[in-house]
């Protein structure tokens, strides 16, 4: 944190709770939304690792149900759509936490324009 914030803060007459629960923990919250974002698309596209260590196909991750059935419309055409649908389930939690996470990318932006 540049001390140029933290001594605005002190003249500004708040103390050290106060600059440190609205100053210090709301900046570095862009990067963390960042880490957190990419984990959790990690976490969620997991393909490689449960598809080698689960046995059961009903303990499969949303990302590996679409590759099953996909491999299933070799012999039955019909089930196509049902690929792409479940493609598009697969993917909607992600746009939902990338939509409502968004706001922390944009003020991370700015929050080093101002000198």
């Known amino acids: 944190m540049p001390d140029e914030v933290l001594e605005a803060a002190r003249v500004d007459g ?22 957190f974002l990419f984990s959790f698309t990690a976490s969620w596209n997991s393909f490689f690792g449960a598809l080698v260590m689960l046995n059961d196909d009903r303990l499969y991750p949303v990302s590996l149900g679409p590759f099953m059935w996909n491999t299933v419309t070799q ?21 939902a936490v990338f939509v409502c996470l968004q706001r922390f990318w944009r003020s991370g932006l700015t929050a080093g324009a101002v000198k």
Do not use: H, K, N
């Open 14 to 35: 708040a103390g050290e709770l106060r600059t440190f629960a609205r100053i210090g923990l709301p900046m570095p919250a862009p990067g963390f939304m960042t880490i």
């Open 75 to 95: 012999q039955q055409p019909e089930d196509y759509a049902l690929v792409i649908t479940g493609s598009l389930v697969a993917v909607l939690p992600l746009i």
